[in-house]
Nanobody
């Protein structure tokens, strides 16, 4: 199971840290991804990280603002979101797949419940 948390309401320019807990997986050669979905839009890739090596990958829209990291001992993945913009408003999901990071939602078979991020003044 995957569970995302940490969402909330924040003003433009503010920060939030999302957390993703995993259970029931024997994590090894896995990738953990963060996706988001705004109303009326497709689910889109935000960032991903390989579990074993911690190699990150970011969508261009969040590069330089978001940081993905993982804590192997705690089986946690984090998404530090800085300098948030109104266009970052969405439901954020964490997900996982066996293998490397992919940027298409259909390539991830395991999804948790999302956490809402709202950026508004």
């Amino acid at each position: 199971q995957l569970q995302a948390s940490g969402g909330g309401l924040v003003q433009p320019g503010g920060s939030l840290r999302l957390s993703c807990t995993s259970s029931g997986f024997t994590l090894g050669y896995y990738a953990i991804g963060w996706f988001r979905q705004a109303p009326g839009k497709k689910r889109e890739f935000v960032a991903g990280i390989t579990w074993n090596w911690g190699t990150p990958n970011y969508d261009d829209s969040v590069k330089g603002r978001f940081i993905i990291s993982r804590d192997r001992a705690k089986r946690m993945v984090y998404l530090q979101m800085n300098n948030l913009k109104t266009e970052d408003t969405a439901l954020y999901y964490c997900t996982t797949r066996s293998g490397d990071i992919r940027t298409k939602a259909y390539e991830y078979p395991y999804w948790g419940q999302g956490t809402q991020v709202t950026v508004s003044s």
